[in-house]
């Protein structure tokens, strides 16, 4: 970079040091030879640090380089160049910045939206056998309660039966005994 390019313009409390930097290279790239918009910004520049008045500084520096060919239609040319070098510049900045920004936040936003939605689904998943389970639950209580009663008819039955067995069995048994006694 040239002697003092990157002192030619003044930084603000809110000038990025980097982008800074990175558009007075850009500058530097672009500056065209002789003495032009750059270099009478930068006579101005060294003027003003000399505690010479801004306009003083301009009319001094714009005289000097009169006497090496600069007119004031070559001075505005060469900064309408640089500023079309500058907007160019932010142009790819822009492209990039959007590029980004898709790569960066969009495609997270779209995966963060696909996520919720697996979410919501497995969510839903869960609802269904959750209430699946309760159904079987439901039906193991009541199998349970079912098997319980079965048990008890059946021991029922199983009781009445070898009662009534039993019963039968004894008149069987005593007819015989009679028979067997008395004929």
Same mark, same amino acid.
């Given at each position: 970079?040239?002697?003092?390019?990157? =002192?030619?313009?003044?930084?603000?409390?809110?000038?990025?040091? !980097?982008?800074?930097? /990175?558009?007075?290279?850009?500058?530097? &790239?672009? =500056?065209?030879?002789?003495?032009?918009?750059?270099? /009478? !910004?930068?006579?101005?520049?060294?003027?003003?640090?000399? =505690?010479?008045?801004?306009?003083?500084?301009? !009319?001094?520096? /714009?005289?000097?380089?009169?006497?090496?060919?600069?007119?004031?239609?070559?001075?505005?040319?060469?900064?309408?160049?640089?500023?079309?070098?500058?907007?160019?510049?932010?142009?790819?900045?822009?492209?990039?910045?959007?590029?980004?920004?898709?790569? &960066?936040?969009?495609?997270?936003?779209?995966?963060?939206?696909?996520?919720?939605?697996?979410?919501?689904?497995?969510?839903?998943?869960i609802k269904k056998l959750q209430a699946e389970i309760l159904q079987f639950k439901e039906k193991v209580d009541n199998t349970d309660k079912d098997i319980a009663d079965a048990e008890s008819r059946i021991k029922s039955s199983q009781e009445k039966f070898e009662q009534t067995f039993i019963e039968?069995?004894?008149?069987?048994?005593?007819? #015989?005994?009679? #028979? &067997?006694?008395?004929?």
């Amino acid at each position: 970079m040239s002697p003092g390019f990157e =002192n030619i313009f003044l930084r603000t409390p809110e000038s990025d040091e !980097k982008s800074f930097i /990175f558009l007075i290279k850009a500058l530097e &790239r672009s =500056n065209q030879p002789g003495f032009d918009y750059l270099e /009478f !910004k930068q006579s101005v520049s060294t003027l003003v640090s000399m =505690n010479i008045d801004f306009d003083t500084a301009v !009319k001094s520096a /714009f005289t000097t380089a009169a006497t090496v060919g600069l007119t004031r239609d070559k001075l505005l040319d060469t900064a309408a160049s640089y500023q079309k070098v500058l907007l160019q510049e932010k142009a790819q900045f822009d492209q990039a910045l959007s590029k980004q920004i898709t790569d &960066r936040i969009e495609t997270r936003k779209s995966e963060a939206q696909k996520l919720q939605a697996k979410i919501l689904s497995h969510e839903e998943q869960i609802k269904k056998l959750q209430a699946e389970i309760l159904q079987f639950k439901e039906k193991v209580d009541n199998t349970d309660k079912d098997i319980a009663d079965a048990e008890s008819r059946i021991k029922s039955s199983q009781e009445k039966f070898e009662q009534t067995f039993i019963e039968i069995m004894k008149q069987i048994d005593d007819d #015989v005994s009679y #028979v &067997r006694g008395n004929l």
